[in-house]
């Protein structure tokens, strides 16, 4: 579904990414899990088509995808949940969740896309005229998945959705990503909560100033005494 090869991403003269590869195969969860500033948003904001490549290759269902634009991107099936939410914090829940079938190719599916997104979040269809900055930081989180959900992805980039969450919530929220995964979407799942990532991945990659320092199945990670003791320590 998504294949990274030896992909460079800088801020100008400052490198955020060195020749990071990795895929996400078709229906599978590949969490990147990795401290503070070791690139992980530059890298779901590069596949997004926010951050330009400086180096590498970036391909969405085997076609070169890379220096496309987001909404290119948004029409091949490609979906971002941002680091933050990034709801329209002024504007109601239904509308900042209009905003997810904005593009053609999903507006025909307003109403059933609606439909689907108020089943799984029920909380949700009751405050739908509610204003969403005045929601509770779980339930934006739950506006931030529903309006991606929305844009009908094949694959789903999601950058650290327990950011300032209760555990409670924290929890809620991987259930529900779990869910969506087993309803047949792709995902890029990137977390500093290790310990939550990895239960729900079958692999997960290490990365770190920049680079990819491991790559395995959660067990193949835990059993590496390095990476375990620098990298898997936190999370709830
Ligand atoms: N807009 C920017 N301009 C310059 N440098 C940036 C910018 N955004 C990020 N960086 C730098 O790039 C590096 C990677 O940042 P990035 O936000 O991708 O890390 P992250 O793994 O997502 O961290 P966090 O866990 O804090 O979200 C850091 O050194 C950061 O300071
Ligand atoms: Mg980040």
Known sequence: MLRIESLCVSYGDAAALTDVSLDVADGELLAVIG??????????????????????????????????????????????????????????????????????????????????VYDMFPILAQRRRQIAGTLSGGQQQMVAIARALMARPRLLLIDEPSLGLAPIIIAQVFEIIAAIHKSGVSILLIEQNATRALAVARRGCVLDCGALVATGTPAELDARGDIRAAYLGGGH
């Not at 070169?64 to 109601?92: C, H, K, S, W």
């Open 35 to 116: 401290p503070n500033g070791a690139g992980k948003t530059t890298l779901v904001n590069a596949v997004a088509g926010l951050l330009p490549a400086r180096a590498g290759t970036i391909r969405l269902a085997g076609e070169n995808v890379t220096g496309l634009p987001p909404r290119a991107l948004a029409d091949r099936g490609l979906a971002l949940i941002p680091e933050g939410r990034r709801l329209f914090t002024t504007m109601t829940v239904e509308e900042n969740l209009d905003i997810g079938c904005y593009r053609p190719a999903a507006r025909g599916h307003r109403a059933e896309g609606l439909a689907r």
